[in-house]
């Protein structure tokens, strides 16, 4: 689990979770959620010793409080896996908000990463974002 404090004594916690045999990468933000966090988060998963080049991922935001994120922090986001092309060529990765603010940064995201080396999609519920990293039933 990664703690980042911003100035104001707010925290934003990330978890990883690795499961090779899945090969899935589950990841869960909670508390106050920044653009600078979250690019810092990617930077982290994709160095980090249990990261398999295409792994599938399931990125949950159920959790976040607070959202302070905005189109130019998305854009550079996407940029960012973008020059990661290799590490997440032919994968698949899953939002989960179910709030709406979560929810339209996520579909952000999606729009903006259509024509990816990897497919990106947006749910409100877990279980469809399970099914389609295929972990679901």
């Known amino acids: 689990m990664r703690q980042h404090q911003s100035a104001h004594s707010e ?13 899935l ?8 959620l920044k653009g600078t966090q979250a690019l810092e988060s990617v930077r982290e998963l994709v160095h980090d010793s249990r990261y398999v080049s295409g792994m599938n ?8 409080d607070s959202i302070e ?27 989960v908000g179910t709030s709406d603010p979560a ?7 999606e729009l903006m990463t259509a024509d990816s080396r990897f497919e990106v999609r947006a749910f409100r519920r877990l279980e469809d974002a399970e099914r389609f990293v295929g972990v679901g039933d």
Request: no cysteine; aromatic share 12%; charged share 25%.
């Open 11 to 23: 925290v934003t916690l990330t978890e990883f979770d690795f499961d090779p045999e899945k090969n």
């Open 69 to 95: 994120m905005f189109g130019d922090e998305v854009r550079a986001g996407t940029d960012l896996v973008a020059r990661m092309g290799e590490a997440f060529a032919g994968s698949r990765w899953a939002l």
């Open 25 to 32: 990468v589950r990841v869960r933000f909670s508390g106050p």
């Open 103 to 109: 929810y339209g940064i996520a579909r952000q995201f």
């Open 57 to 64: 991922g399931l990125i949950d935001l159920r959790s976040v």
